[in-house]
């Protein structure tokens, strides 16, 4: 495992020290484990998106296109 060094504000500092019970150190590994692992699976989501991407504009162009001809033949019904 490898370490960082972190600075906080003096005043941050003294507040953490009366919270003794609190491992600080376990809590900041914790949050970035997380926040890590969060950033990787929207990553992941993003890549995925951008891979059916094509599938869905073509699925709302053939969408647009079934919505136009379909006025289109209620128009010429008289319906509309």
């Given amino acids: ?10 005043e941050v500092k003294k507040k953490m020290d009366r919270f003794r019970e609190i491992n600080w150190s ?14 990787s699976k929207r990553e ?18 053939l969408q647009r296109k079934g919505r136009a001809n379909r ?4 128009k010429k019904k008289g319906l509309i």
Avoid: N, Q
Wanted: charged letters at 30%; a negative charge; one cysteine or more.
């Fill in 1 to 10: 495992m490898v370490s960082i060094t972190l600075s906080v504000p003096e």
């Fill in 26 to 39: 376990g809590f900041v590994r914790g949050c970035i484990v997380e926040k890590t692992a969060a950033l």
């Fill in 44 to 61: 992941e989501l993003l890549k995925k998106f951008r891979e059916e991407k094509p599938i869905s504009d073509w699925a709302v162009e």
């Fill in 71 to 74: 006025l289109a033949y209620l």
